[in-house]
């Protein structure tokens, strides 16, 4: 599953309009659960009711997770952040305890505030997963000219170079013949989150040389997206711009 981006009501109607069984069957969630849309709690609360959950790290939620630690929160709740903040505070009863200033948002949220199950979600997100078949899931990408394991969290969380990578290949090597598209860690495939697919037009996933990318936008306009990996079917939400018509701006 792509990223999330606080939107609970595409998170359940993902999984309902894929027939997943929250008992039995295994949800990769490729990071960024929070920041965007302002049901960040409810999203973890859900994920929590899987069984076989593995949660990946996103940058947004490496963010949530340093303001947990610390108190402060080092993108100042910019970039959808405050509608975290928004969300954790309607559950503590203090929804209108939020402001904005020129140097980003004042909330009258405490890392206190967080339950400790939602703290240790947090903490405990992988900054990747290898599965038995060789497949890699990672939330940005990682750097295909090193060796895979070792390399700085930042790369897991940020780094798009994979995917332009891949996107290059496609457009200029694919036609030749035994071409391959070289990583110094060979994966069978790559699924990554992180930038969306929106970015070229289309809000489904998208597909360059073994990379699969599985961000369709739901931070923004676009849909949430559940891949069954060996079959590559996949479902969608309607436009989580239509689930969330008053999302605020930030």
């Not at 309902?16 to 039995?24: C, N, S, V, W, Y």
């Not at 659960?33 to 790290?57: F, M, P, S, T």
């Not at 070289?182 to 495939?189: A, D, N, S």
């Not at 929106?198 to 699969?212: E, L, Q, R, Y």
């Amino acid at each position: 599953m792509g990223d999330i981006h606080g939107a609970w009501k595409a998170l359940v109607q993902c999984l309902d309009r894929a027939g997943f069984d929250r008992g039995t069957d295994e949800l990769i969630q490729l990071g960024d659960v929070a920041d965007g849309h302002d049901d960040v709690y409810r999203c973890v609360e859900e994920l929590l009711d899987i069984k076989n959950l593995i949660a990946i790290k996103g940058n947004h939620d490496d963010w949530f997770a340093e303001y947990i630690q610390t108190g402060i929160h080092p993108d100042q709740w910019l970039q959808g952040g405050a509608a975290t903040a928004r969300s954790y505070l309607r559950e503590n009863g203090k929804e209108d305890a939020i402001t904005h200033n020129h140097d980003g948002y004042i909330t009258g949220l405490n890392p206190a505030d967080i339950p400790e199950h939602h703290q240790t979600f947090f903490k405990r997100q992988h900054l990747y997963y290898i599965d038995t078949l060789n497949n890699c899931f990672v939330h940005a990408g990682f750097d295909r000219r090193q060796l895979f394991k070792g390399q700085s969290p930042d790369i897991y969380l940020w780094d798009r170079r994979l995917w332009k990578s891949a996107l290059s290949f496609n457009a200029t090597q694919r036609s030749v013949v035994n071409a391959v598209f070289k990583m110094e860690t060979p994966f069978k495939e790559v699924f990554i989150g992180h930038t969306s697919t929106t970015n070229w037009n289309t809000d489904k996933p998208m597909h360059a040389a073994n990379v699969w990318n599985l961000d369709t936008g739901a931070g923004h306009d676009g849909r949430l997206t559940i891949m069954d990996i060996t079959t590559k079917e996949f479902w969608q939400t309607d436009k989580v711009a239509d689930l969330y018509p008053l999302r605020p701006k930030n």
